[in-house]
C-alpha cells in the first residue's frame, strides 16, 4: 500500500546518505511533482487552483556563488513558476488567473547542505511509524494495542485489555470507552463475539454494553455529525472506521491477516491479538523494528510541506483571493514559508558549527525518530524506544547515539546503506545460497536468518544468527543471508576509528564526536593507522571520506 506522502516504485532508487548531488536532483523533482498534484482548494463561493507549473531556472550554484549569498545573508532556490485561477463554484467561469513565482526550491549544496539567509543548513532523515496495530504490555500489566491510523484517513486510537476483569475498552483522545457497544454497531454478530472470546469473556464485557457510548464514538469521531438516532449513527461509525487506513503488510505481520482498514474483521482481529498474548500464546509486537518504520528524507520532507498544506497556508490563500474576488493580492512566493518551514518548523533542521567538515559528513547519515509526523516529545518517548534493536544489523550504526535526552532516538545510519525512494532503507547481505550480494531493506529481512561474516566457513554445525529478533545458533542450511562486513555495520565517522575491535562502543562513540569538533590545521599529516575499506584494502576510510568531505582532490 503506499504512503501518503512516499511514492514506491517497484524498483527504487537507491541514493547513498553522502551524495548530495542525487539529494539536489530528487529534491528538485519531488517537490515539482508534489506541486503539480497539489488538488484545487474550494470554499462555498470559489475554488482555487495551480497549473503550469515549471521550473524557470536550472538551479545550480558554483561555490563563488554560494559565498556571494552567504556574505550577503541570502538564500538559494530553484525558481518554481505556475499559474493560479481562481474560478466561480456556481458558474464554473475563471475570475482571475496570474502566472508567477511560485517558491524557490531550497538548493543542496555540494556539501549537503541548504543556504537559508546566509546560514548553512542541514536537514536530517527522520524514521516513521508504519500505519498498523501494534500490541504490547504496559508496566501496569494492562495489554495495549495501538493503531496507528495513515494521516488524513483517521483518528489514532489504542484498545486495551484488563487481564484481571477480562474486559475491553478504547481510549480515543482522554476518552475511555468501552469496545464491545462499537463492535456491536458495527455489525459483530453474537457468534462473531463468542468465537473470538468465548462465552465467558462476552459475559464480563455484557455489563459495559452501554447504548449511550454509542453516541459517545459518534461524538469523538464524526465531525458536525447531525446524526440524533440509532441507525444513522452506527452507518457514519461504519464509514468512519472503514475509511481508516492500515498497511497490509503490517497488519498481515501483527494481525495475521492483510486488513487494510480499521474495520470490524480488523478489530476482532486486535482482540484475538490481545487475548493470546494474555495468555502467552503470541509475543508482543516490536514497534520499535526497521521492518515497521519508514524513512523520510530531505526530498520526501519538503514535498510534504506542500502535500499537506502546511499551516493551512493554501487554504489562506483561498480565503484572502475569495474575499476579494481577485488573484491581485496573491504574493509571488507565495509557497516559500512552506518549504523553509523544512528547515525551521519540522524538528529536523539544525545549523553545524562547521568546525570540522566531517560534521557535515555526520548529519547526512543521521537519522532521528524526532520531530513532525513522528514522536512529538521527549517526554513522549517510551524506554523500549531507545534500545537497540536487532533490525539495526548492517543499517543503523550501534555505536552512535546522543549524549542527551535523544539517547537511542537520534542513531547513524551506516555507511553501506542507501535510501530508497519507496521509503525503506537498504543494505548490501550475501545470500546464502546462491553467493550473489544484494541490496535488502528491513522488510525483506524481517523473517529471514542473518549470519555474521565467514559464518559458512566455520567448522561448526551451528552457526550464531539474528532471527526474528534475537541471536540463536542455527545449521548452516537454515541460514538466508550473511552480513558481508562488520565494518559496513558502522557509520562513517565510526569507521574512521582504528582498531574498533579492540575497545569499547563508547570509545568509539566518543573518537567519532572528537573527529566534528576537531579544528583544521595548516599543515595537517595523514592518520598514520587507518582503516582499511573491506572491498580494496589498497585504500583506506581515511582516503575515501576525506574525498568526500573535500579535504583531499583526486
Known amino acids: 500500500m503506499a504512503d501518503s506522502v512516499l511514492d514506491m516504485p517497484q524498483q527504487p532508487e537507491l541514493r547513498d546518505l553522502d551524495d548530495p548531488l542525487t539529494l539536489r536532483r530528487q529534491v528538485y523533482d519531488r517537490v515539482l511533482d508534489a506541486t503539480r498534484k497539489l488538488p484545487p482548494l474550494s470554499n462555498q463561493r470559489h475554488t482555487l487552483q495551480l497549473s503550469d507549473v515549471h521550473y524557470a531556472d536550472p538551479g545550480e550554484f558554483d561555490l563563488s556563488e554560494q559565498k556571494k549569498a552567504i556574505l550577503e545573508r541570502r538564500s538559494l532556490g530553484r525558481k518554481l513558476k505556475g499559474t493560479w485561477s481562481l474560478s466561480d463554484n ?75 476483569k477480562g474486559t475491553f475498552h478504547v481510549r480515543l483522545g482522554q476518552a475511555k470507552l468501552p469496545l464491545l457497544p462499537l463492535l456491536k454497531a458495527l455489525g459483530a454478530t453474537s457468534s462473531q463475539l463468542q468465537e473470538a472470546w468465548g462465552p465467558d469473556l462476552v459475559a464480563s464485557n455484557v455489563s459495559l454494553d452501554d447504548p449511550q457510548a454509542v453516541r459517545k464514538y459518534y461524538q469523538r469521531l464524526v465531525r458536525n455529525g447531525q446524526a440524533t438516532e440509532g441507525e444513522p449513527m452506527r452507518q457514519a461509525l461504519i464509514e468512519q472506521f472503514g475509511k481508516m487506513s492500515l498497511d497490509p503488510e503490517i497488519s498481515k505481520r501483527t494481525l495475521g491477516a492483510p486488513h487494510e482498514r480499521m474495520d470490524l474483521p480488523a478489530m476482532l482481529a486486535v482482540t484475538r491479538k490481545l487475548l493470546a498474548v494474555s495468555r502467552g500464546e503470541a509475543e508482543v509486537d516490536d514497534r520499535d523494528d526497521l521492518a515497521n518504520q519508514t524513512i523520510y528524507g530531505p526530498e ?10 502546511a499551516g493551512g497556508l493554501r487554504r489562506q490563500l483561498l480565503w484572502k483571493a475569495s474575499f476579494r474576488g481577485n488573484l491581485r493580492a496573491m504574493p509571488a512566493g507565495a509557497l516559500n514559508r512552506q518549504l523553509e518551514g523544512g528547515l525551521l518548523a519540522s524538528g529536523l533542521g539544525n545549523v553545524p558549527e562547521e568546525s570540522n567538515p566531517l560534521e557535515i559528513l555526520d548529519k547526512q547519515t543521521r537519522v532521528t525518530r524526532m520531530g513532525v509526523g513522528a514522536i512529538g516529545s521527549i517526554d513522549a518517548v517510551p524506554d523500549e524506544a531507545r534500545a537497540l534493536q536487532p533490525s539495526h544489523l548492517g543499517l543503523i550504526d550501534g555505536t552512535r547515539t546522543a549524549e542527551s535526552l535523544k539517547a537511542g532516538i537520534d542513531l547513524n545510519i551506516s555507511g553501506a546503506a542507501k535510501k530508497g525512494s519507496d521509503g525503506r532503507l537498504y543494505a548490501p547481505f550475501i545470500d546464502a545460497r546462491t553467493g550473489q550480494t544484494s541490496y535488502r531493506s528491513p522488510q525483506d529481512l524481517a523473517d529471514k536468518a542473518i549470519a555474521f561474516p565467514e559464518a559458512l566457513q566455520s567448522q561448526a554445525k551451528r552457526v550464531p544468527a539474528m532471527f526474528k529478533g534475537s541471536m540463536r545458533y542455527l545449521p548452516k542450511s537454515q541460514i538466508d543471508y550473511v552480513l558481508p ?11 574512521l576509528i582504528p582498531m574498533k575491535s579492540g575497545v569499547k562502543g563508547q570509545r568509539v562513540a566518543m573518537g567519532s564526536r572528537m573527529l566534528t569538533q576537531a579544528l583544521p590545521l595548516r599543515n595537517p599529516e595523514a592518520p598514520w593507522v587507518q582503516n582499511a575499506l573491506p572491498d580494496d584494502p589498497t585504500r583506506s576510510y581515511s582516503e575515501h571520506y576525506g574525498k568526500v568531505v573535500g579535504a583531499l582532490h583526486a
Request: cysteine-free; overall charge positive.
Open 90 to 164: 456556481a458558474t464554473g467561469q475563471v475570475l482571475d488567473q496570474r502566472k508567477q513565482t511560485l517558491a524557490r526550491v531550497p538548493f543542496v549544496t555540494e556539501r549537503g547542505t541548504f543556504i537559508h539567509n546566509g546560514t548553512d543548513w542541514s536537514l536530517i532523515s527522520q524514521l516513521r511509524l508504519r500505519p498498523g496495530v501494534f500490541t504490547r504490555r504496559q508496566e501496569s500489566g494492562l495489554l495495549e494495542s495501538h493503531a496507528n491510523i495513515m494521516p488524513g484517513t483517521g483518528l489514532p486510537h489504542r484498545y486495551f485489555l484488563d487481564p484481571e
Open 485 to 495: 562486513s562488520f565494518e559496513k555495520s558502522f557509520s562513517p565517522l565510526a569507521n
Open 300 to 309: 520526501d520532507t519538503l514535498a510534504e510541506r506542500l502535500t499537506k498544506d
